[in-house]
Nanobody, 121 residues
């Protein structure tokens, strides 16, 4: 199957920056979209940012202007640059990839294990 491995999480002070990355590996024919979601304790998982083929990007209103998603197609890697971090950004951040394992298979969503981002005041 497709495996997603996130890295780069950690503890930062409010106003600081952090960059998380996610690399997809395994049997992959094509990736149509990659994105980042986050989930804080007691809250639902929410979309943070997503990028799809064609270069379109989507951001949650709460992070627009502070976060930037980018993708390295050759490495099947997606990055999330997080600037001006706020305490409310604290959450487990999950990588998601919409990928096709074989040419004639359909696309499926795959999730990483998550990486913790903690922002202190």
């Amino acid at each position: 199957q497709v495996q997603l491995v996130e890295s780069g999480g950690g503890l930062v002070q409010a106003g600081g920056s952090l960059r998380v990355s996610c690399t997809a590996s395994g049997t992959i024919f094509s990736i149509s979209a990659m994105g980042w979601y986050r989930q804080a304790p007691g809250k639902q998982r929410e979309l943070v940012a997503e990028t799809i083929d064609g270069g379109l990007t989507t951001y949650a209103d709460s992070v627009k202007g502070r976060f930037t998603i980018s993708r390295d197609n050759a490495k099947n890697t997606v990055y999330l640059q997080m600037n001006d971090l706020k305490v409310e950004d604290t959450a487990t951040y999950y990588c998601k990839s919409r990928a096709k394992r074989e040419r004639y298979y359909g696309y499926m969503d795959y999730w990483g294990q998550g990486t913790q981002v903690t922002v202190s005041s």
